[in-house]
């Protein structure tokens, strides 16, 4: 079992970024998928999910309207689309897949968000 996140990197405030992420060995089109983030000395937090059909949506209210989270079942994968970024988005972020009792995660991506 493997998530694969990619797409981190630094941007500017106000700029874009396009996480990725890459199931693999499991039926990725069964789980729910997210997407959290951990920045320094706080505590990891959720920043969007999806259902496994894609037709049941959440976000964190500090990235409502900026962030956009989708999957593509076909290819096992899921993307967060992140617009307007700011300072305070910077983070380790993570891609998670869950069906109970199963839980999974990924290494993380780095996202820093320059001033």
């Known amino acids: 079992v493997q998530l694969v996140e990619s797409g981190g990197g630094l941007v500017q405030s106000g700029g874009s970024l396009r996480l990725s992420c890459a199931a693999s060995?499991?039926?990725?089109?069964?789980?729910?998928m997210s997407w959290y983030r951990q920045a320094p000395g706080k505590e990891r937090e959720l920043v969007a999910a999806?259902?496994?059909?894609?037709?049941?949506?959440n976000y964190a209210d500090s990235v409502k309207g900026r962030f956009t989270i989708s999957r593509d079942n076909a290819k096992n994968e899921v993307y967060l689309q992140m617009n307007s970024l700011k300072s305070e988005d910077t983070a380790v972020y993570y891609c998670?897949?869950?069906?109970?009792?199963?839980?999974?995660w990924g290494q993380g991506t780095q996202v820093t968000v320059s001033s």
């Open positions: 999806i259902s496994s059909a894609g037709a049941g949506i």
């Open positions: 060995g499991f039926t990725s089109s069964r789980y729910a």
């Open positions: 998670n897949a869950r069906k109970l009792p199963y839980n999974y």
